[in-house]
């Protein structure tokens, strides 16, 4: 099964950068969909980011431009680099493997999350 252990959050001040890594066990990593996903405190959990096993992108609205999505298949990583950090982007971001590819059909796969805290 899919497991996932993300890392690289920390407290930076307002357009401050950091690079968030995530990395995968199994051996389906490298034909599997990968998506960073961010929550914020009394908020429900939003999409981030997405990449595709061909290294196809997609974002949200409010991260375009400033943050870029990645992967290693040789290192069974997933990155996220955010630049320009804004306070709004103050959330536990989390890592996920999008059924069936988590070892589940109805259920996503989490990493435990890592905190970003950005200060104005």
């Known amino acids: 099964q899919v497991q996932l252990v993300e890392s690289g959050g920390g407290l930076v001040q307002a357009g401050g950068s950091l690079r968030l890594s995530c990395a995968a066990s199994g051996s389906i990593f490298s034909v599997s969909p990968m998506d960073w996903y961010h929550q914020a405190p009394g908020k429900q959990r939003e999409f981030v980011a997405g990449i595709s096993k061909d290294g196809t992108t997609r974002y949200a609205d409010p991260v375009k431009g400033r943050f870029t999505i990645s992967r290693d298949n040789a290192k069974n990583t997933v990155y996220l680099q955010m630049n320009i950090l804004k306070p709004e982007d103050t959330a536990v971001y989390s890592c996920?493997?999008?059924?069936?590819?988590?070892?589940?059909?109805?259920?996503?796969?989490w990493g435990q999350g890592t905190q970003v805290t950005v200060s104005s």
């Open positions: 996920s493997v999008p059924p069936p590819y988590s070892g589940s059909y109805l259920e996503e796969s």
